[in-house]
């Protein structure tokens, strides 16, 4: 399915009234769901957290990162060049791992992958599901991160994900942008589902500082990382030496010392089309919450056919 850029809510209404029951479901242990198909990912979620070991920190952070690698791998214009365009949000980045593990802009993902495809198969849910599920469950382990919708029941993926469909930090704007837009989100959409910067860190585009936050206050879902992202920087296309320090290729340098800033943050930050969604979402905690809640449940659905699923939603507290 093409998914074009109508409203996430009522993709969601449209799957919820299609598996809604009039009663919950007991699921046992107290916990009860919308239908008894739910009820299964209570034995996922005690494992995802036993991983994240119920806190927002790196395999919280990697499963975030990893629902959008995955979710993005969705083109349909090389559909409508008669090339296969990706599943979209569709597990295919676990099930055919060998494949797009080798892609440079999946680098780092291989820790998560494997433990969330363990996950899957001892339970027997898909690796599509499993991966946004798993990302809904890190925003809400971290301070201030808000309440994913999710949607179950995603067929297996059947092709690995063209490569080159992940955006990539030294990418210009216009690169980005075009890029989104083909898989079916918006930039304003894009800008919050940055979002996720707030609470994540970088690993290997300078490896020689491993884990250094996009914002001072790392593993907290709030606004500072939009704030921050305005304050000047400057861009040193890289690696070049310059007062006593190194700039790497995405890379601008950062206002404050120990955080890490993206190029592709600094331009977004910046450009006509997007600067307005961007200084909004630094001024509103809760615009920023409710924005990259509504974003990330489209995101979850590209590729997919809302209408075959149910949701799960309450499974996630």
């Not at 990697?62 to 597990?91: E, V, Y």
Request: glycine letters at 10%.
């Amino acid at each position: 399915m093409k998914l074009s850029l109508f409203s996430t809510l009522s993709l969601v209404s449209i799957a919820a009234r299609a598996g809604a029951s009039s009663s919950p479901t007991s699921c046992g242990n107290g916990r009860t769901a919308s239908i008894a198909t739910c009820c299964i990912w209570y034995n996922v979620l005690d494992d995802i957290q036993d991983l994240f070991e119920r806190q927002c920190g790196d395999d919280a952070h990697d499963a975030l990162r990893l629902s959008f690698h995955d979710a993005i791998g969705f083109s349909p214009k090389l559909n409508s060049q008669q090339k296969f365009g990706g599943g979209g949000a569709d597990g295919s980045l676990i099930k055919f791992a060998a494949t797009e593990l080798a892609d440079p802009s999946n680098e780092g993902l291989e820790s998560i992958v494997f433990a969330e495809k363990d996950i899957a198969d001892k339970y027997g849910v898909s690796y599509g599901d499993i991966i946004q599920f798993a990302a809904a469950v890190s925003v809400r382990n971290c301070p201030g991160g808000p309440r994913i919708s999710f949607l179950a029941g995603r067929p297996d993926a059947i092709q690995a994900a063209p490569a080159g469909l992940v955006p990539n930090p030294f990418d210009s704007v216009d690169t980005i942008l075009a890029r989104v837009q083909d898989a079916g989100l918006t930039s304003d959409e894009l800008v919050s589902l940055l979002a996720s910067h707030s609470v994540g860190v970088q690993e290997h585009i300078d490896e020689s500082i491993p884990g250094t936050p996009f914002d001072l206050t790392p593993g907290v879902f709030d606004t500072n990382f939009y704030r921050d992202v305005l304050l000047p920087g400057f861009i040193i296309p890289g690696p070049v030496l310059g007062f006593g320090f190194t700039l790497h290729k995405g890379e601008v340098q950062a206002p404050f010392i120990g955080e890490f800033r993206l190029q592709s943050d600094f331009a977004l930050a910046r450009d006509p089309r997007t600067a307005s969604r961007w200084k909004s979402l630094g001024s509103s905690q809760s615009l920023m919450q409710s924005t990259f809640a509504t974003a990330m449940a489209k995101m979850a659905l590209l590729g997919q056919n809302a209408g075959t699923l149910y949701d799960c939603s309450s499974v996630i507290s």
